[in-house]
């Protein structure tokens, strides 16, 4: 395969997405793990419910608690005693545990705001999940520090914020571990069947895909066993990144990747490696 970098005539890329993809293969490039294309059959999985209310990419799919501490720095401990003290009377965090007086936190990285079912919210979290409010670490953050600069009117404005900045670490450290679910398995990844049928850009794809390069050698796998990608079915891929992008296969390069890639990103790159 050849690297392109051109742009294709009339094109406009969304740059900042493709740049950041491409920042982050050449940052992974230097230490990304072996792991093979292979595409298990998809079914409906036991998350399907909700997934119209998560955003893709909002934040990285850790689900490791060793990734999850490295990468939030908090005491998991302390943040229990803090959660205790300022949100258990409204919040609660378990998988089977019930909405209280505010949401069921299972599940909040990456979910937008104001979108669950059966929960009261006031129209000031709609409409600010319907404008794009996401939670992950900056939203989150920016939230305890001052809800009304990220919600207005939010019902948590009437609340002291957290502005102490270990004592927010290790809330949201210990929020992390205890919410976070497992990633599916493989075969529970759905594919929508109208995003199969969509056709990706080639020339987009060949634009993202020079710097799978770094990682991936055209015809043949690496001395390391990266696999080499050209050439793979189109659906197999398609579903492979998908896997990755929440976190159902291993390879945290490949997951930190692909949790950067909307539909359209994944389709172009799909239809490039096919094609070549």
Known sequence: MTSVLTRPPGRLFPVSRAVGFAATLATLATFATVTAFTAPALSQGSDAPQASGLAVGADLPMSHPDDILASCGGDPEAGRVHFEALCAACHTLGADETHAAGPN????YGRVAGSLDGVAYTPFLRTAG???LVWGRESLRAFLIDP???VPGSAHGD???VTEERLRTDLMTYVRLTTTPPPPAPEDVV???DVLAMEGDVAYGAYLASECAA???PGRDSASGVPAIDGLGRDEMIR???QYRVGARPNQAM???AARLGDEEILALAAYFAAD
Do not use: D
């Open 240 to 242: 492979a990144l998908f």
């Open 159 to 161: 609340l002291p914020p």
């Open 130 to 132: 319907q404008s794009g």
């Open 148 to 150: 009304e600069a990220v």
């Open 215 to 217: 990682c991936h050698l």
């Open 105 to 108: 936190l299972h599940g909040l």
């Open 255 to 257: 997951v930190t990747v």
């Open 191 to 193: 594919v929508p069947e």
